[in-house]
């Protein structure tokens, strides 16, 4: 009776505690499950909050690249229409321009300050990519100390980068005007050529800064002076087409008289000085509106 007894009770309190063990093995899994299934909810929100935020990158650098595009194509057609306009109306007639600018700027003159084709010629050469009023304040001091192709000749760069620093590509240019001198010195005495190919031989010049000297210091008419604003108002003026500045050259010789080609080329640079500016012209007050075939493209932005 005791031995059975005691065996019954053993088997219950086993069974209790297997029950307890597999009760509470039971409720870890269960926490296990719950932090499972969290962390899973936690990573899907991650990946989701993600996947918004690439979502909406995506859509704001789409509508920036449409926003570009638009803007692209809305400036493409008002350039396209404004060249289609002055292509359809006819050019300015040539002699009426020209006798209209000599009326307007009848002192019209080249605006270096200079005494002699030397000096025309240093002037030229320093007044690339910089206005005539910077080579103006520069030139006195360079003349008192280099005042012809023999001193010139003699410089030394250095010396010569000093005065002219403030004109730009100060070392291109002394270098340009050392090997100019010395060309003169070495081929032409000291002096400065009348002709063209001669001076387009000489270090430094080009057939705009031939055509320069030629005009205005041996009064020759050799061709005409094509610089950005002879560009721009011929070809606002219907006169010359492009940029090539050989190709606009031949239009201009072509269009006007011999007499006129270097006076021609300070008439343009007046008015694209005064009045033809390039960004907004003024062309309320021109005096070649009504035959400018620009005009009313700039007239109808204002």
């Known amino acids: ?37 969290k962390s899973g909810t936690a990573k899907s929100g991650t990946a989701k909050s993600v996947t918004a935020k690439s979502a909406t990158a995506k859509s704001a650098t789409a509508k920036s690249a449409t926003a570009k595009s638009a803007t692209a194509k809305s400036a493409k057609p008002r350039a396209a229409r404004g060249r289609a306009h002055r292509k359809s109306l006819p050019p300015a007639p040539p002699a009426v321009a020209y006798q209209r600018l000599l009326a307007a700027y009848p002192d019209a003159h080249c605006e270096l300050d200079f005494q002699s084709p030397f000096q025309l010629l240093v002037a030229t050469i320093l007044s690339a990519q910089c206005t005539d009023v910077r080579v103006n304040m520069v030139t006195p001091a360079l003349f008192a100390a280099y005042p012809d192709a023999n001193a010139l000749a003699a410089a030394r760069q250095e010396d010569v980068e000093t005065l002219i620093h403030s004109t730009g590509f ?3 240019k002394a270098r340009n005007l050392i090997g100019m001198a010395t060309a003169l010195v070495e081929r032409h005495g000291g002096q400065v050529p009348a002709g063209m ?22 009064g020759k008419n050799e061709g005409v002076v094509v610089d950005t604003h002879v560009q721009r108002v011929t070809g606002r003026l ?49 005096t070649l509106n009504d035959i400018c075939p620009s005009a009313p493209i700039f007239l109808a932005r204002t």
């Open 170 to 172: 100060f070392r291109s």
């Open 238 to 286: 219907g006169l010359s087409h492009g940029t090539d500045a050989v190709k606009i050259e031949r239009e201009l010789m072509a269009e006007f008289p011999r007499d006129d080609w270097t006076m021609l080329s300070h008439l343009m640079i007046f008015h694209g000085r005064r009045v033809c500016i390039a960004r907004q012209p003024r062309c309320a007050g021109c």
């Open 197 to 218: 190919d001669e001076l387009v031989q000489l270090p430094g010049v080009g057939r705009k800064t031939a055509n320069v000297i030629l005009g205005n210091a041996f």
């Open 1 to 37: 009776m005791t031995d059975g007894t005691t065996a019954r009770g053993s088997a219950r309190k086993v069974a209790a505690k297997s029950g307890r063990t597999a009760s509470t093995g039971t409720a870890k899994s269960a926490t296990a499950k719950s932090g499972t299934a």
